[in-house]
């Protein structure tokens, strides 16, 4: 599987704002609420529920907050890259600033697990990173997502 494949590229935030990471994951349970005709409060729930189990703090400046939503009939990825680094008990402790929300419905067991794999080979790419961390539109983050989509098929 991957990335491109479950990549909503028309959300792809460049620089969102967010002061903490409850308001993080707060907006980011609207943003995907609105472009999957899904309710924001059970949204936020799976996330908030998933980070109890442990922060998504994936290391290097990333978080990939995930969940399982009622409702929704696909799988779906927004990313993000935050204007200004948060605190968000990442692994490693670094602040976050690259941000892959990933929701799947209930029963894509399988489905979810390889959609992470997708998006965490994404993440360990060191120049990749760089790139995202470069790009300041929708269409150049984009273009690094499917650069290493193409990188990771190869």
């Known amino acids: 599987m991957q990335l491109t494949e479950f990549l909503d590229f028309e959300a792809i935030k460049p620089a969102l704002s967010a002061g903490n990471?409850?308001?993080?994951?707060?907006?980011l349970a609207s943003l995907a609420?609105?472009?999957?005709d899904a309710k924001s409060a059970a949204i936020l729930s799976s996330l908030t529920e998933r980070e109890k189990l442990g922060s998504t703090?994936?290391?290097q400046g990333v978080a990939i907050p995930h969940g399982k939503v009622e409702g929704l009939?696909?799988?779906?990825?927004?990313v993000a890259r935050l204007s200004e680094p948060i605190r968000y008990d990442a692994i490693d402790g670094a602040p976050v600033d690259l941000v892959f929300l990933l929701l799947s419905p209930p029963d894509a067991g399988a489905e979810h697990l390889?959609?992470?794999?997708?998006v965490s080979r994404v993440v360990r790419h060191g120049p990749t990173l760089e790139?995202?961390?470069?790009?300041?539109?929708?269409?150049?983050?984009?273009?690094?997502?499917?650069?290493?989509d193409e990188r990771d098929a190869a």
């Open 33 to 36: 609420a609105s472009r999957l």
């Open 73 to 78: 009939n696909r799988i779906y990825c927004l």
């Open 131 to 148: 790139k995202m961390r470069g790009a300041r539109s929708r269409d150049a983050l984009a273009a690094v997502l499917m650069g290493a």
């Open 114 to 118: 390889k959609a992470l794999a997708a």
């Open 21 to 27: 990471k409850r308001q993080l994951l707060q907006q």
């Open 57 to 59: 703090g994936f290391g």
